[in-house]
């Protein structure tokens, strides 16, 4: 159907080449001025000319690789190298058992366990805080005190101190050591400096 519109069209625009552009340019013609786009699409076929494969490798095929990779790079690629980048699945050997509670936990790391159980507890001991003390800045030095503590300590720890009291026994884990003072601003001189090692912590 488009070859004979195109067909009919092109012999239109002839005629009227023919008949209107030659009195008034009085030349002969030939060669026509009618594009050569509008010419029937069977002028343009070449019969004469063989398929060569060569042809088609012109301009979309270049970025095809031409060279099989070797089993070397693709092992390489798939596993990695031990000395480069190791993607096999190997037993790690930077994890250690916690003292404390007996749960494995990355060396270099705190325990996810224990630490888990320090952050109950300070949430608890914030909330008993906030219930005793409210809101109000802290101008005084607070002392936490566990059930069946306060007659441990004599009035002298007392003094000058907001006391806040638990309402149950203090947990295995949790050492008195650890609320004791120190450090480059505190205020050491009514109390004996003692030093604190690590197992006395636990």
């Given at each position: 159907?488009?070859?004979?519109?195109?067909?009919?069209?092109t012999?239109?625009?002839?005629?009227?080449?023919?008949?209107?552009?030659?009195?008034?340019?009085?030349?002969?013609?030939t060669?026509?001025?009618?594009?050569?786009?509008?010419?029937?699409?069977?002028?343009?076929i070449?019969?004469?000319?063989?398929?060569?494969?060569?042809?088609?490798?012109?301009g979309?095929?270049?970025?095809?690789?031409?060279?099989?990779?070797s089993?070397?790079?693709?092992?390489?690629?798939?596993?990695?190298?031990?000395?480069?980048?190791?993607?096999?699945?190997?037993?790690?050997?930077?994890?250690?058992?916690?003292?404390?509670?007996?749960?494995?936990?990355?060396?270099?790391?705190?325990?996810?366990?224990?630490?888990?159980?320090?952050k109950?507890?300070?949430?608890?001991?914030?909330?008993?805080?906030v219930?005793?003390?409210?809101?109000?800045?802290?101008?005084?030095?607070i002392?936490?005190?566990?059930?069946?503590?306060?007659?441990?300590?004599?009035?002298?720890?007392?003094?000058?101190?907001?006391?806040?009291?638990?309402?149950?026994?203090r947990?295995?884990?949790?050492?008195k050591?650890?609320?004791?003072?120190?450090?480059?601003n505190?205020d050491?001189?009514?109390?004996?400096?003692?030093?604190?090692?690590?197992?006395?912590?636990?």
């Amino acid at each position: 159907m488009a070859g004979h519109l195109l067909k009919y069209l092109t012999d239109a625009l002839g005629k009227f080449e023919y008949v209107y552009l030659t009195p008034l340019l009085k030349r002969p013609p030939t060669p026509r001025w009618i594009p050569l786009v509008m010419q029937a699409p069977q002028q343009f076929i070449e019969k004469d000319t063989s398929f060569n494969i060569k042809s088609i490798f012109d301009g979309f095929l270049w970025g095809v690789p031409t060279c099989r990779r070797s089993a070397e790079k693709r092992l390489m690629r798939k596993y990695g190298a031990p000395n480069w980048h190791n993607k096999l699945i190997l037993p790690r050997k930077d994890i250690k058992t916690c003292g404390a509670c007996g749960h494995s936990h990355e060396a270099g790391r705190l325990c996810s366990n224990c630490y888990s159980k320090v952050k109950a507890e300070t949430s608890v001991l914030q909330e008993k805080m906030v219930q005793e003390l409210g809101l109000d800045p802290i101008d005084k030095e607070i002392a936490i005190v566990y059930q069946e503590e306060k007659n441990q300590f004599g009035d002298e720890f007392f003094k000058g101190k907001r006391v806040v009291q638990m309402g149950k026994l203090r947990p295995k884990w949790f050492s008195k050591n650890l609320l004791q003072k120190s450090g480059p601003n505190s205020d050491l001189s009514n109390s004996e400096v003692t030093t604190i090692k690590p197992h006395d912590l636990g």
